[in-house]
Structures are given as C-alpha cells and as structure tokens.
Nanobody
Framework: QVQLVESGGGLVQAGGSLRLSCAASGRTFSRLAMGWFRQAPGKEREFVAGISWSGGRTSYADSVKGRFTISRDNAKNTVALQMNSLKPDDTAAYYC??????????????????WGQGTQVTVSS
C-alpha cells in the first residue's frame, strides 16, 4: 500500500508560479515511478508529467513543456511539480500518482496503481 499526499495548490494570477509537492509513504519510494495528472471540471483526467525511479528520465504533456518541471527527492520521499508561466487553462485539480511495477510509467492513468487526494490549482486571468 502506498499513501500519497499532495500539497501546494492555491490561487495564482496568470503568469505566476506554484510548486506542488507529493509526499509518499508505505513502500520504498526509490522503486516507484511517479506522475502528475490533472482534471478540470467536466474533463477527463490528463497526464501532466512523469519521472523515473532515479529521476533521470522525465516526460511532459505538450501543453506544459517548457513551463513545468517534475523532480523527485528519494531521500525525502517526495516528488514535486514546479509550475511557471501559469495560464488559466492550467486550472484543475492536480493529482500525484505512483506506479509500483515500472521503472518509468507512461501517460495513461490506468498504468498507475496509487493516487493522492488531489490539490486544487486555480489560475486567474
């Protein structure tokens, strides 16, 4: 069992920045592939970014490339999402997810085994 707890969401103006964090417990964190997803009202959950066990491999949705950065600290059992140049379209609930069976998980929600409760990000224009 893996427990994931997100933090760092909030209200920010367009062009601003936020840093989300996800704290994991329950399994060896360095053996979890991690990802961030988001879901806006009335829309499907979508992939934002993913990171491998060591952090050496990352991937991003085209919509956030160059603006968001995913990173992890295996000593602290945390994964972060630094979000810069935020746009109103980035408004959504953001979820941290863990995959226990792959070194690097993909972009599909069903590849992940555990999810956090989500943190709301609202970007005003």
């Amino acid at each position: 069992q893996v427990q994931l707890v997100e933090s760092g969401g909030g209200l920010v103006q367009a062009g601003g920045s936020l840093r989300l964090s996800c704290a994991a417990s329950g399994r060896t964190f360095s053996r979890l592939a991690m990802g961030w997803f988001r879901q806006a009202p009335g829309k499907e959950r979508e992939f934002v970014a993913g990171i491998s066990w060591s952090g050496g491999r990352t991937s991003y949705a085209d919509s956030v490339k160059g603006r968001f950065t995913i990173s992890r600290d295996n000593a602290k059992n945390t994964v972060a999402l630094q979000m810069n140049s935020l746009k109103p379209d980035d408004t959504a609930a953001y979820y941290c997810a863990a995959d226990v069976s792959r070194v690097f998980a993909g972009s599909q929600p069903d590849e992940y085994d555990y999810w956090g409760q989500g943190t709301q990000v609202t970007v005003s224009s």
